[in-house]
């Protein structure tokens, strides 16, 4: 037969006692894990809004190929978009917008404010914080059981930057290189944004040849490239400029600044006759193409790429003076490409830097 065993009276009320001494380190845990997850979830919110807001108002940097850069249309465009985002479960109403450049090395940190003279790795930026705060979207977030600490709300920021720079790698399909000294003669870095240099006569950028290496100076003449595809010769040049699927699928890896090029041999008047026919194509066009720039352009040598240039095709003869009739221009559409190089033409997609 079993039997009953009484605990002593002072046992009586242990777990109570217990309970009441471990709560609020249980509460503290509770608030740990639920308010600074919900904190966590805030701030992501907020930052994914600066984020969209900071790239949409970089968008609106260039207008169209405009020759002065629309830093307020970029803050106006950034500060409405705040506005169509929420966090913590309310609308943004306001944020804090700053338009400048951004130095992508971090040479120097933080947003380098107009006006200002930017360097060679200075982008034009726009930077967006939004928070919330006291008077700022309904006030700090609210807390759950942090509030038996006394902490009842926490404010909660977040910043993005995001510009438009030009790249160091390109995806390149025209198979022509120039040289840097002709790139020099009709591109204009003393402007911001650089930009083609104007003939007096017409007010409008430069109509100029690149022609062979056989027949013009070296600051005059540009040469045919299989650029990173596998083979050379005039074959493989019409196959490029034709965008032969077969070259294409896969697409082929980035050329990047500091890469070596190898330059064709010859200038065959069937490539020329090739790049006639593509202007103005109602598929795979070459009235804007993404060139790469060379420190020098010797026919069967290789070359060292300084920068990607976007000219406007205009006209290609072969026959005895073979050329190609072209304009500087900034006006391509945003090739697939990455890093940061120099500002010779080519702009590309909007993109966050921080």
């Not at 107009?114 to 977030?141: I, Y």
């Not at 942090?146 to 910043?159: E, N």
């Not at 065959?268 to 103005?280: D, L």
């Not at 109602?282 to 010797?298: R, S």
Request: neutral net charge; charged residues 10%; contains cysteine.
């Amino acid at each position: 037969m079993k039997t009953i065993q009484n605990f002593p009276a002072a046992q009586k009320g242990a777990v109570a006692v217990l309970v009441a001494l471990t709560l609020p380190v249980l509460l503290g845990a509770g608030a740990l894990v639920i308010d600074l997850a919900y904190l966590h979830v805030v701030r992501n919110e907020l930052q994914n809004d600066a984020d969209a807001a900071a790239l949409a108002g970089a968008r609106k940097l260039y207008t169209n190929g405009a020759s002065v850069l629309d830093w307020t249309g970029a803050a106006s465009t950034a500060s409405n978009a705040i506005t169509l985002n929420r966090a913590a479960g309310h609308a943004l109403s306001n944020g804090q917008v700053q338009t400048g450049y951004w130095d992508t090395t971090q040479g120097t940190s933080g947003m380098q404010s107009l006006p200002m003279t930017p360097g060679a790795n200075d982008a034009p930026a726009v930077q967006v914080s939004v928070g919330k705060s006291e008077g700022q979207n309904q006030g700090p977030v609210r807390t759950f059981l942090a509030s038996i600490w006394g902490v009842y709300a926490q404010p909660v920021r977040a910043t993005a930057v995001a510009g438009v720079s030009s790249p160091g790698s390109v995806q390149l399909s025209f198979p022509v290189a120039m040289s840097q000294c002709m790139y020099q003669n009709f591109w204009n870095m003393n402007v911001q944004p650089p930009a083609p240099r104007l003939d007096p006569a017409t007010q409008k950028p430069y109509v100029f040849k690149i022609g062979s290496a056989y027949h013009y100076g070296p600051c005059d003449s540009g040469q045919w490239t299989p650029l990173n595809f596998s083979g050379n010769g005039a074959t493989l040049i019409d196959k490029i400029i034709e965008r032969d699927p077969a070259l294409f699928n896969p697409p082929p890896p980035m050329l990047s600044i500091g890469d070596s090029l190898v330059l064709d041999t010859g200038s065959k008047t069937s490539i020329y006759k090739a790049v006639e026919n593509c202007i103005g194509a109602k598929t795979n066009p070459c009235d804007w193409v993404v060139m790469p720039v060379l420190d020098q352009v010797n026919p069967g040598s290789t070359a060292v790429i300084r920068g990607f240039a976007c000219l406007n095709i205009l006209d290609a003869k072969g026959g005895n003076d073979k050329y190609i009739l072209v304009q500087m221009s900034n006006l391509c559409p945003p090739p697939v490409a990455g890093g940061i190089g120099p500002n010779y033409g080519v702009i590309s997609k909007p993109s966050l830097f921080k």
